[in-house]
């Protein structure tokens, strides 16, 4: 088991750097709060360093206000990346790992593309927090509440609220002993998901009542253009909202969320209700991401992105019904 091979890391160095994705959330987040604990706990130094400043709805995570923008290299023997499915993802940070450092890499997409010197990656586990939860256990080091909090936001956010197919009985088993360390889901819940701004929620109606559909609407789609995303506060909670909007709706099989990143660039995401793997149709355009939701990066106008994946949705479609 890789996680044994983690831990073998652990006691092989002192100092640690942390960090993740870019655009880290709640998983990232919460995954590294609760490692660098884990880490501190353990006697090692550790410090999380982000290319990007957490979303204002995360500044409830104890220890946020440790994450930093860059630390010097002599800081840190080994380098922690966490909930990354690839080396570039991690942005401005990777400058810092020179090819010097080792790299232990732990995360729970399936494409994962094994980047580290060690790498443990197991896609059954719903969120990399519940990875982190896993290592506490098996360094027999107890969970404090602020650790279940941590690890609690992980795992909430990543199963979107425990109701994607990546929750199982483990997932609520964990869940479970969390919460009787004092942690209180309703108040995580409403500092993640009901601290929209009056800005955020016009943004969400502007972007809803633009919906498209096809394919006897089993396909949706919105289109986000430069200006309006430069408006977007909280853009993954944005997102999330009209994700949850559009799959409410009984026919929708899947759904796209175009960004217009620039002039020459566009970010989809996707989302899926059984059936049709997104996964693979990212991947199609050199994306990522779990069967149920993934995403990728598109050269070209909005026009051409959403012509060139409707195209590629729909044969999956066809291949189906
Ligand atoms: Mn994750």
Redesign the pocket.
Known sequence: MSAKKVIKAIRSYSSFLISSHVGAEG??LG?ELALASLLTRLGKSAYIVNSDRPPDNYAFLPGVKKIRGNLSKDKFQAAFII?CPDKQRIGNVLKLIDQAKPIINID??MDNKKFGQVNWIDSKAS??GEMIYRLFHLTQTKLTRNDALNIYT?MLT?TGSFRHANTDSTTHLIAGELLQLGIEPAKIYSRIYENNSMQDAAIVAKIISRMSFAVKNKIAWVKINKGILKKMKSRHEILDKIFDFAKSIKTVKTVIVFCQVDEHRVKLSLRSKSPIDVQKIAKLFSGGGHKCASGCTIKGSLKEAEQKVLKEIKKALNARY
Do not use: E, I, Q, R
Request: charged content about 30%; cysteine-free.
């Open positions: 998983d990232a995954g909930d729970h997409h969120s990399v992980a990543d």
